[in-house]
């Protein structure tokens, strides 16, 4: 199973536009806060897939997205926030214990612009960085086995 991550689009609509249509094959799809709704929009992108929304902290609470999405696929316990509520612009500290408490296997998040992956021998956090500037990232599930990529645009 192919999941694309985004986060922080902000409206910039034109490089989402072109991540949903490189990433076409993707077979779920997670936006990680500070423009989820952008992907309203470009609904024929990502329609029949199933598609997560964090609320990020300049998102509206209008569309009622939550806090954070807690799911599961290929045996793979997934965790995604935003982040801004576990302090990652300070470290990762917080967001850590926060995935390990709900026994996740993949953790994902926004908020600092900056693209991220690691892997402590149990848990893979990973930041796509922003979609409004291009970037993402991809994650391969199969069998409670995981692989991730960050990427961009303009690599």
């Known amino acids: 199973m192919k999941l694309l991550i985004l986060s922080d689009s902000h409206g910039y609509l034109f490089f989402l536009e072109q991540i949903l249509q490189r990433e076409r094959d993707a077979d779920m799809i997670i936006h990680l806060g500070d423009g989820g709704d952008d992907l309203m929009p470009l609904a024929e992108l990502t329609s029949g897939k199933p598609v997560y929304h964090c609320r990020g902290n300049c998102d509206s609470a209008v569309y009622g997205f939550p806090d954070f999405v807690l799911t599961e696929a290929e045996g793979v316990r997934i965790f995604a926030c935003h982040g801004h509520r576990y302090g990652v612009k300070y470290g990762l ?17 926004g908020h600092t612009h900056q693209p991220f992956s690691d892997f402590d021998g149990d848990l893979y956090m990973v930041n796509p960085g ?26």
């Open 130 to 155: 922003p979609a409004g500037s291009g970037y993402y990232a991809v994650a391969e599930l199969q069998n409670g086995e995981v692989r991730t990529f960050n990427r961009s645009l303009q690599k």
């Open 93 to 109: 500290q917080n967001l850590y214990f926060a995935a390990r408490e709900q026994n996740a296997k993949l953790c994902l998040f």
